[in-house]
């Protein structure tokens, strides 16, 4: 008998690095629909208009330095989309805090920013998706645009 608890002990130990590797999905997605929804959920106000890097803007008055947000929300249960729509919603509500701070209407060359690494897109954010949590890190700048 104490050797199948032995037995049993060891298969359970050995399982252990399989369930402890963490997944890292990269994914590109549509951001303008995570704005859209997120200002008719009333996150956003609209009052801040968002461009990614390469979008068109209309006349930009006057710039601000540029900023970085880098948020994580719980991914349990979630799809990968899903998870990820909700962390880019956290990274424009502090996008559109920062633009009121500077009164600013607009938050100009918005690009992924993961680990310091940047991607530009003019339609798609980069978000990392693992077993237990997402996350989405940008870069851009307060704008003036007219």
Not at 6 to 16: D, H, I, K, N, T
Not at 35 to 40: E, F, R
Not at 99 to 113: R, T
């Given at each position: 008998m104490e050797n199948?608890?032995?037995?049993?002990?060891?298969?359970?130990?050995?399982?252990?690095?399989?369930v402890g590797q963490a997944r890292d999905t990269t994914h590109f997605l549509d951001f303008q629909s995570v704005?859209?929804?997120?200002?008719?959920d009333g996150q956003l106000d609209g009052t801040v208009k968002f461009y990614l890097k390469g979008q068109p803007t209309g006349k930009i008055v006057k710039t601000f330095p540029a900023a970085t947000s880098n948020k994580k929300t719980n991914a349990f249960n979630k799809s990968d989309e899903a998870a990820c729509g909700w962390a880019l919603r956290s990274v424009l509500i502090a996008f559109q805090e920062n633009?009121?701070?500077?009164?600013?209407?607009?938050?100009?060359?918005?690009?992924?920013?993961y680990k310091q690494s940047e991607y530009a897109d003019p339609l798609k954010f980069e978000c990392h998706a693992g077993g237990v949590m997402a996350g989405v890190a940008m870069r851009g700048q307060a704008a003036i645009v007219k």
């Open positions: 199948i608890w032995r037995a049993l002990s060891l298969a359970a130990v050995l399982c252990l690095p399989a704005v859209n929804t997120a200002i008719a633009a009121k701070k500077h009164n600013a209407n607009a938050v100009v060359n918005l690009v992924s920013y």
